[in-house]
């Protein structure tokens, strides 16, 4: 075992040591109109390929006649970065949200890196909203808060409105659903910012206060220090050499330790996020009694939620909690044994989470991992388990009427948590409710358990391809392309396809409501309890 161990690792560096030059060189030079085209013709290849759905929104005639237009409009060679402009938005004609593409970005050398790691791009500090046709600043991660709520008029002399119109072009919601849009290109700015520009060491940017413009230069600034700690004179330790630190007692080390792995297991039930400083998922009471409880979840992604939901729903049995609400807003989605396992508290009767997913391959698994994107080592080490991913693969897909299916552990019959909740429900969706989000909101509206307030969910009421994932690296532009490769649904269906879960009660956001910090769906809710 210690000998694989070594041949993994030793493979995986190697896999690693791909020179920096030629990799900036190849994702900067002008490749050839021919390349070109043959780079189109393998991303559609994997998509037809891989994808189980690929005709669901878009008949194979036009899709077909979008790759070729594309193909036909490219006459002279272009920068890895330009095709990406081009070949985004024909992709978005899959409408199915997990299917995307991005450009490698540029390599540094370790010296580089290293330095780079010492610094942050203050630019990263903010979050935007787009409300209005005009990008705000929602929030900012540092103390400077004399952005926030004000609009973003250009970046680098480029109006901020052109931008924000040019990378909702470039992904796709599920089917034709639009509420995603404003949503997603808000939440993804930043990175969209920097897919189309490269990296960059400073930012002008020109933003609006009431009638006054002024402009900030971001740049990337020196990481703060931690604070040195101080001896109990007052002085930094490393200026006190004669004043010796209070030593712990024993009981005193071992109550800082007890202490530590407390806030360990918290951080992680909850689903510690470092950067913004917040928890994925959120209890509170809303009131004196515990009448009504709060619970907001932004992802299914990390954490470990079993012990969350199981002691959530303890608490409000045990406060008797008569209405619940749930808030999915700005969720994305995640694990889907995650979103099974929360709706086993929202039920009382037997159910089905997911159906039998379609796939186009025996082998989802081992496709996913044997990808050209994957380290030599991990395929290696997926070589030498192979047999095993083998026969649990055969073992949960079958054929039927022409088709493969793959069965998760969620397609099987389950029965409600004891704990589950009884009480009334309301659900909070926008259009960044999505994947995950969609599928566990898809079954509450269904059975009719609960009242969406808010907008429509981005993510299909019909489900989408995800579980697992194709990343597929295009030979010449070295573009990668992420592909869904199973399709994920509930038992539900609604008429026509290609829509989110709507709000039984709609509302939007408007600037007004976020000048006065005011949460008008909330409000709704808790007026509609009240009353």
Not at 108 to 122: C, P, Q, V
Not at 300 to 321: I, P, Q, R
Not at 405 to 415: D, S
Request: charged share 30%.
């Amino acid at each position: 075992m210690r000998k694989l161990v070594l041949i993994v690792l030793v493979a995986f560096l190697l896999s690693s040591c791909v020179s920096v030059k030629k990799h900036n060189e190849q994702i900067t030079k002008l490749h050839s109109v021919e390349e070109l085209h043959e780079d189109i013709d393998k991303a559609y290849s994997q998509l037809k390929k891989q994808h189980p759905k690929l005709y669901q929104y878009t008949p194979k005639a036009i899709l077909e006649f979008k790759f070729d237009s594309l193909k036909r409009a490219i006459t002279t060679p272009l920068t890895s970065r330009d095709f990406y402009k081009k070949l985004a938005p024909v992709l978005t004609n899959v409408r199915q949200g997990h299917v995307a593409v991005k450009p490698m970005g540029k390599r540094f050398e370790r010296k580089e890196l290293k330095k780079l790691k010492k610094k942050k791009f203050e630019f990263y500090d903010l979050e935007f909203e787009y409300l209005d046709d005009k990008l705000w600043v929602k929030r900012t991660l540092g103390k400077d808060s004399i952005f926030v709520g004000t609009e973003v008029v250009s970046i680098n002399e480029e109006p901020a409105s052109e931008l924000v119109n040019t990378y909702k072009t470039r992904f796709a919601s599920d089917g034709y659903n639009t509420t995603l849009h404003n949503r997603f290109v808000s939440k993804g700015f930043k990175q969209f910012y920097v897919r189309d520009k490269g990296f960059l060491d400073s930012l002008k940017v020109t933003f609006k206060s009431k009638d006054s413009l002024f402009t900030k230069m971001f740049r990337r600034v020196p990481k703060k220090e931690k604070k040195k700690e101080t001896d109990t004179s007052g002085l930094k330790k490393e200026d006190s050499l004669k004043v010796k630190p209070k030593k712990l007692t024993r009981a005193e080390k071992k109550a800082k330790k007890i202490a530590a792995k407390k806030k360990r297991k918290y951080n992680k039930k909850h689903g510690y996020i470092s950067r913004t400083k917040e928890f994925t998922r959120n209890l509170d009471f809303i009131g004196k009694d515990s009448a009504v409880a709060y619970m907001k979840i932004r992802g299914f992604s990390n954490g470990n939620y079993k012990k969350f939901y199981k002691e959530s729903f303890a608490k409000l049995d045990a406060a008797n909690t008569k209405h619940f609400i749930l808030d999915l807003r700005e969720n994305g989605g995640g694990r889907i044994a995650e979103i099974e396992k929360l709706y086993s508290y929202l039920t009382d009767k037997e159910f089905q989470f997911i159906t039998e997913s379609e796939v186009n391959s025996r082998l989802p698994a081992l496709k996913s991992v044997m990808s050209n994107t994957t380290p030599t080592g991990l395929k290696i080490l997926a070589g030498v388990f192979s047999p095993i991913v083998i026969v649990q693969n055969l073992l949960k897909t079958k054929k039927k009427d022409g088709k493969l299916y793959y069965k998760f552990k969620q397609a099987k019959p389950e029965r409600p948590n004891p704990l589950n909740y009884k009480g009334k429900l309301y659900v909070l969706i926008n259009g960044n409710s999505f994947s995950a989000s969609s599928i566990i909101s898809t079954h509450l509206k269904a059975t009719k358990r609960a009242t969406f307030v808010g907008e429509e969910t981005g993510g299909a009421y019909n489900g989408c391809v995800a579980g697992l994932y194709k990343h597929y690296q295009l030979p010449a532009t070295k573009l990668v392309i992420r592909i869904g490769l199973m399709q994920v649904e509930a038992p539900y269906k609604q008429e026509p396809d290609g829509y989110g879960i709507k709000p039984d009660v709609e509302i939007l956001p408007t600037l007004k409501d976020r000048q006065l910090k005011k949460d008008a769906a909330l409000d709704w809710i808790l007026n509609d309890i009240e009353n």
